[in-house]
């Protein structure tokens, strides 16, 4: 089956810094990929579609500047949090579809992000 | 973005009770995918449905798409303590982005 991979599972990070979170489709090649964030007991919110080889598109509210996405290639998309602050600490999650079909999404196992 | 409301937001079931989690949304939906996500785990795809009226089974998981294609529910029979985690449906938005329902977290009490 479709196998979706994150790194890192999870990272702390001072404020200010900035950390950057790879997701990667292992045996299929992913036009489109999304990001999502998850807060405690909450649901998925989509943050921004991700589309190889062209701009991301970023939900109303999400910050462009602080979560730079980029997705150089058919397998790779990166979000960058930038200026990381202890507000931003949350779990960020990616999902990939094969071929960018309306289909079902395989989502990566996540990356849970604490800034101190 | 799409509004996708999704009810209860709790169920507590003791093991072989039955259980059933509401999806509504304002507008037709073309489909609608259900999710489960166990405790500390990613989101799994479990089913699409597309027709209005649609139903399709699972083993012990019925899955209806309403006519109007607004509303759609995931039925467990039995439940076992393996059915324990949060189940999500997921409606369409423009772009192949799916926007995910708040959730409903099941606990099976053995």
């Keep these: 089956g479709a196998v979706v991979s994150q790194h890192p599972s999870w990272v702390i990070c001072k404020s200010g810094t900035s950390v950057k979170i790879e997701c ?3 045996d ?3 036009t489109t990929m ?3 964030r998850q807060f405690p007991k909450q649901s998925l919110m989509l943050m921004a579609t991700s589309n190889e080889g062209s701009k991301a598109t970023y939900e109303q509210g999400v910050e462009k500047d602080k979560f730079l996405i980029n997705h150089a290639s058919l397998t790779l998309s990166t979000l960058t ?3 990381a602050h202890p507000e931003d600490s949350s779990f960020y999650i990616c999902s990939a579809q094969d071929g960018g079909r309306r289909e079902e999404q395989y989502f990566g196992p996540g990356t849970r ?3 101190t | 973005g799409q509004q996708v409301m999704q ?3 709790y169920q507590h079931v003791q093991e072989g009770e039955d259980f059933t989690t509401y999806c509504n949304s304002s507008t037709t939906l073309s489909n609608i995918q259900w999710y489960k996500q166990r405790p500390g785990g990613h989101p799994v795809f479990l089913i699409q449905l ?3 009226g ?3 089974k699972q083993k012990r998981l019925t899955f209806q798409f309403g006519e109007a294609k607004k509303n759609s529910s995931l039925h467990i029979t039995a439940t076992q303590t393996t059915d324990v985690g949060t189940y999500f449906c997921a409606g369409p938005g423009n772009f192949n982005k799916f926007y995910f329902g708040s959730g409903t977290k099941l606990n099976v009490k053995p």
């Design chain 1, 24 to 26: 990667r489709s292992l």
């Design chain 1, 34 to 36: 999304f990001w999502y």
């Design chain 1, 81 to 83: 949090v930038t200026s």
């Design chain 1, 28 to 30: 299929f090649q992913a």
């Design chain 2, 50 to 52: 597309v027709k209005s």
């Design chain 1, 113 to 115: 992000l604490t800034v």
């Design chain 2, 7 to 9: 009810i209860p937001q």
């Design chain 2, 54 to 56: 649609e139903v399709k």
